[in-house]
């Protein structure tokens, strides 16, 4: 028997009939006359072979094969329901799934935040958090291993588009009893001869451009390159080196005790951006998120440059 043969109204009436015993009571319910009902359910009846009901002038009754059918018709519709209920879900960003990615910082501190803040009201949205190095946020976008990513400025190329969210001067974090800890504020010229531990490559070329122009002795070069931020912060909290790093680290800088200072002459920023992929069409939930970003994500810059100023 081809499935197309019968049509979810015919279920629907079938199903209202059944449970309200009465053609008029099933077509009020449905929004049809009695006389469409009464078509619906008896083409069901010629698709499926079999009565569906027994039906006089006085009463109607399901059949014995009627009551035997019912459960499978209803299961039907109640798998379409849901799927409907999906659908709308999906339609109005309430449900899917969010694949973000960030590198550590932001993925251990500001988007923990923004998902909790986004998903209190939509219990079937599920973001999930990629920690990625700045390197590879790029090309996980343009790949398809994540819907969304923020992180510091990188180039795009053609398949993905950067939106800005907010810029963080480049600052200095070293102990509280580090000799650079005693001035409010540092120039370049001041970290000549200051050992300096720079995290990931993608520090060490941010550190090593910023004086570019200037000198050969007044270049800012790290004496050590490690792998992780929270290393380069650790190894800085002994008091023995310092670190250059945005200064939205301090949500885990804080926790080594470290001071910051910024560092003038000029000042250094660093720009973080939302990355998304052009051509490719994201899911509601991924737009709707990354609208989320776009909005909470600069508040929350604002938020923690407030504090460090107090």
Known sequence: MPLTRITLRQLEAYAAVAELLNFHAAAERLGLTAQAVSQLVAELEAVLGFRLFDRTTRRV??????????????????????AES??????????????????????????????????????????RIHDLPVEGLVEAVASGDVDLAVGPDRPVGDQVQRLPLFDSPWVLWCAGDHPLARRARLHWHDLRDAALVAAGRDHERSVAMMRLGAPEDARIV???????????????????AATLA???????????????????????????????????????AALGFAE??????P??????EAASDR
């Open 61 to 82: 009754a399901l059949s014995s094969a009627g009551r035997d059918y019912l459960a499978s018709a209803e299961t039907v519709l109640r798998h379409v329901r849901a």
């Open 86 to 127: 999906t659908a709308a879900d999906v339609r109005h960003r309430a449900a899917g799934v969010v694949r973000v990615g960030a590198p550590m910082v932001l993925a251990a501190s500001a988007l923990p935040e923004a998902v909790r803040a986004y998903v209190a009201g939509r219990p079937k949205v599920v973001v």
């Open 222 to 240: 790290p004496v050590q390159v490690v792998e992780h931020i929270s290393t380069a912060l650790g190894i800085a909290a002994q008091g023995q």
């Open 246 to 284: 945005p200064a939205y680290v301090q949500v885990l800088a804080r926790h080594f005790g470290l001071v910051m200072r910024r560092v003038l002459g000029p000042e250094t920023v660093r720009s973080v951006g939302l990355y998304q992929a052009l051509g490719r069409q994201a899911s509601p």
């Open 292 to 297: 989320h970003l776009q909005a909470w994500l």
């Open 299 to 304: 508040q929350w810059h604002a938020g923690l």
